[in-house]
């Protein structure tokens, strides 16, 4: 179980979609809470709506993968983007990514999966063999179990911190510190 991700970005809107694109990368399975909208409010924040509008007019697939047990606003959610969704994803089982990306019709060489929490969004991507993309939580807010998984993985995003941070889309190194 890989912990490490592939790219870091402070948002979703600071990755790189140019250079996704020159990784192959065909589908973003996108995590919801934290990712692209706050913990359990409906709407998406305008500057991850207008980040997933320049995926999908690249051509790239989207799907949202979330572990939310509210599918409903799962559904909601995925409508008003006009994307895929897997609601009730399971993650971090790689079974949740391969639901996914067979819903585009992708592979693991041509996905990435991009969310807020090492220990389900990125070790599931990295199970299923996809490049994987943490970026930071929007919040604070959010269920207490989530909170703990928060405190593992801190020291983690610190030491890739002081490592000078891994690599962030676009070829540049970023740090959780900058």
Avoid at 15 to 43: E, F, H, P, Q, S
Avoid at 137 to 149: A, K, M, Q
């Amino acid at each position: 179980m890989c912990l490490t991700p592939t790219l870091m970005a402070r948002a979703i809107w600071e990755v790189d979609l140019d250079d996704l694109a020159a990784r192959g990368i065909r589908g973003i399975i996108l995590d919801l809470d934290n990712t692209i909208a706050y913990w359990r409010k409906g709407g998406v924040l305008p500057e991850a709506r207008a980040w997933i509008e320049a995926a999908r007019q690249r051509g790239m697939k989207l799907c949202l993968a979330s572990n939310a047990s509210r599918t409903s606003r799962v559904v909601r959610v995925a409508e008003s983007l006009a994307v895929d969704h897997v609601g009730r994803a399971t993650k971090p089982f790689a079974s949740a990514y391969r639901r996914a990306m067979k819903v585009m019709g992708t592979s693991p060489s041509t996905t990435c999966g991009i969310g807020d929490q090492v220990l389900t969004d990125i070790v599931g991507a990295n199970r299923a063999g996809l490049t994987s993309i943490l970026v930071e939580p929007l919040s604070r807010r959010e269920l207490p179990h989530t909170w703990l998984l928060r405190l593992i993985e801190k020291p983690m995003r610190r030491r890739w911190a002081g490592r000078g941070g891994l690599e962030k889309p676009g070829g540049k190194s970023t740090s959780q510190t900058e």
